[in-house]
């Protein structure tokens, strides 16, 4: 059978699963690409470590010139997380002749224009299914299965660590820092596992999905996002009070003409789908025009998940579906832009809030006051009595009726100010 060289940088989480499946499933893989993925070269940038798994003598080493010298290596597993010198090494990899297979959405997030220039300049392809929801085929679903459609929402779990770690705490008693001690553990989370919960993981993906579903041209860092770090154990069990469970949302929806698009901690009904999705799990609930609604669920992240979807991206790039795809994409391109971003403000939604009160007469007045001079209506409270002389500071919970992302904001900010009110102050969306 015929032959075709590829290699690997970076041989960590992914790396090594990736190398598992091409050496140890090489005729699965074979059947499906028509030739046999040949595992030629992996370059780490410390070969004294040991790996989590087995390679041939002879291949490993730190020198990146042993793949960009080697006309015979076809494609190339770009496997290392940040910035720099990631986005060096895929530009030596694309000038080099090199096609490119990747999992990592920060650098497409941040240099996704200038890469994909220079890859469709040197006439080469950069694939990226395992940089969005590990797992889950979404970026070939958006790009290619959902083509006829105008996408109307996409939302989303896109950060398993986050995930992984709400999960645990509500369902297992975690606290926080045991939950994603457990998700660092496991290999889910990012090198610094601050861009898992503070939402950057998930603007940087959603950023991607935006672009594929509404040709929308806007940077992860301008969505607005707002992380799980804030959050206590407190709000995972009222929202369980209340029929709901604490997701970290990722949402990008056409209302009016415009995009909504933001990442936010979110109550959500308990049944629907995207509340039951559990520990690292993903999932991506899509409506187009003509197919409705769409609903992927998978393992979004980890060693096998990811690495399944960067082997799939190494067959379609040797038998040349990356090549046509990536031609047609126009992902970064210089299109214009086909729809503009809406103000966060306008949003319209149910709102949770939650607030460490002094337990004195007077103060839900105060509250209540603020929430009506912006229009609030509240629909429900949660006061508990305060356990006798533990404390004079109870937790004010408060679900609103409709309103605006804009007004909760200003109330919340006014209500922080109240003499009353202690810090750490809470205000999620909701999702009926
Ligand atoms: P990781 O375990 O930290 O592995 C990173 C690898 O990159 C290591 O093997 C490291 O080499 C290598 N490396 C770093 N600098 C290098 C250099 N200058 N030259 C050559 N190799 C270098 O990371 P990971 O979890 O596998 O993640 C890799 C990428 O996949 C990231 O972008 C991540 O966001 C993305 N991703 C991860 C998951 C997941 O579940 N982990 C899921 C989806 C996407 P040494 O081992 O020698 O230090
Ligand atoms: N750190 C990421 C997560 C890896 O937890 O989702 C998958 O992209």
Known sequence: MEKTKVAIVGLGTVGSGVAKLLLDYGDRTARHAGRTLWLEQVVVR????????????????????????DPEIVAVAHLLGGLEPA??????????????VTANKALLAEHGPELFDR???????????????????????????LSANQIISLTAILNGTSNYVLTSMEERGLTYGEALAAAQRLGYAETDPTMD?????????????????????????????????????????????????????????????????????????????????????????????????????????????????????????????TAITFRTLELWSQREALVAPRA?????????????????????????????????SIASVIQHEAVDGETDVVPLVIMTHQTTEGATRKAKEEIDNLKAVKAGSVRMKVRD
């Open 46 to 69: 410390d070969v004294t470590k040991t790996r989590d798994c087995d390679l041939p003598a002879g291949i490993l080493s730190d020198d990146l010139s042993r793949i960009t010298r």
């Open 87 to 100: 986005r060096t090494v895929m530009l030596a990899l694309l000038e080099s002749g090199k096609d490119v």
């Open 119 to 145: 890859a469709r300049e040197l006439g080469r392809s950069i694939a990226f299914e395992a940089s969005v929801a590990g797992g889950i085929p979404i970026i070939a679903n958006i790009s290619q299965c």
């Open 197 to 321: 919960v503070d939402g950057t993981d998930t603007a940087q993906k959603l950023a991607i999905l935006a672009h594929l579903a509404f040709g929308a041209r806007i940077h992860w860092r301008d969505i607005p996002r707002q992380g799980i770090d804030m959050l206590d154990v407190a709000d995972l069990l009222y929202a369980k009070e209340l029929g709901y469970r604490v997701k970290l949302l990722a949402v990008a929806e056409l209302t009016g003409g415009d995009l909504e698009v933001h990442v936010s901690p979110t109550l959500v009904k308990c049944g629907t789908p995207l509340a039951e999705v559990r520990a690292a799990y993903n999932a991506v609930s899509v409506v187009g025009d003509a197919v409705g609604r769409v609903f992927f669920h998978g393992l979004g992240a980890g060693q096998m998940p990811t690495a399944s979807a960067v082997v799939a991206d190494l067959i379609d790039t040797v038998v040349g579906r």
């Open 344 to 376: 966060h403000d306008r949003m319209v939604g149910r709102f949770y809030m939650r607030f460490g009160v002094l337990d004195r007469p007077g103060v839900m007045s105060e509250i209540t006051g603020v929430l009506g001079r912006h229009g609030i």
